[in-house]
Nanobody, 115 residues
């Protein structure tokens, strides 16, 4: 089981930026994929961004062009750069990793966007 620890959440004004980090206890270049999900109050958890082992990325339509997922293999860390934040982006952002078909989750970090 891999441990994932997110950081970087907080309160930001609409139009602002945040960068989330997800530090893994295991080498991330062996993960099938790394991903960020978010869950807003009263809503289902949704995929925000995903990066495959090969570096291919996938984004939710609502964040394309504003969010960027990246990774630093040397630090075993995945990032989510979030720009032009909107109130509808707020929620708990969780890191997800798939190793050999097994999913692991971080504890999540809160992102609040004030209008």
């Amino acid at each position: 089981q891999v441990q994932l620890v997110e950081s970087g959440g907080g309160l930001v004004q609409a139009g602002g930026s945040l960068r989330l980090s997800c530090a893994a206890s295991r080498s991330i270049d062996s993960a099938v994929f790394m991903a960020w999900y978010r869950q807003a109050p009263g809503k289902q958890r949704e995929l925000v961004a995903l990066m495959s082992r090969g570096g291919n990325t996938n984004y939710a339509g609502s964040v394309k062009g504003r969010f960027t997922i990246s990774r630093d293999n040397a630090k075993n860390t995945v990032y989510l750069q979030m720009n032009s934040l909107k109130p509808e982006d707020q929620g708990v952002y969780s890191c997800n990793a798939n190793y050999d078909g097994l999913n692991s989750w971080g504890q999540g970090t809160q992102v609040t966007v004030s209008s």
